[in-house]
Nanobody
Framework: VQLQASGGGLVQAGDSLRLSCAAY????????MGWFRQAPGKEREFVAA????????IYADSINGRFTISRDAAKNTVDLQMGSLKPEDTAVYYC?????????????????WGQGTLVTVSS
């Protein structure tokens, strides 16, 4: 499967932004689709994930209710609605597919990655 992330941009603190990930190919029912981010000079970190089969959504503690992940099985898309953005949310955001169906926050369990989309939040 090929993943293509889009929707990044430059916003101000407090703004909202919606990222979208289009999947080209089959997403199997046991997969987990996730969003990760990597800030300059930092390691890539887990942001949110959604199970394809039963739409269970999981978030990193740092998100604190500001983001919402969603998926559209008919369109093969996974979106990340981000709100109350902060400068520390500045990063390249990646969508990814976990074909194992477990360990949603472990990036090593994700086999497919999109190219990333840059989100810059100014103060």
């Amino acid at each position: 499967v090929q993943l293509q992330a889009s929707g990044g941009g430059l916003v101000q603190a407090g703004d909202s932004l919606r990222l979208s990930c289009a999947a080209y190919g089959t997403i199997y029912s046991n997969w987990i689709m996730g969003w990760f981010r990597q800030a300059p000079g930092k390691e890539r970190e887990f942001v949110a994930a959604v199970t394809w089969r039963n739409y269970k959504r999981i978030y990193a503690d740092s998100i604190n209710g500001r983001f919402t992940i969603s998926r559209d099985a008919a369109k093969n898309t996974v979106d990340l609605q981000m709100g109350s953005l902060k400068p520390e949310d500045t990063a390249v955001y990646y969508c990814a597919a976990n074909t194992n169906g477990y360990d949603h926050s472990n990036l090593e369990k994700y086999s497919y990655w999109g190219q990333g989309t840059l989100v810059t939040v100014s103060s």
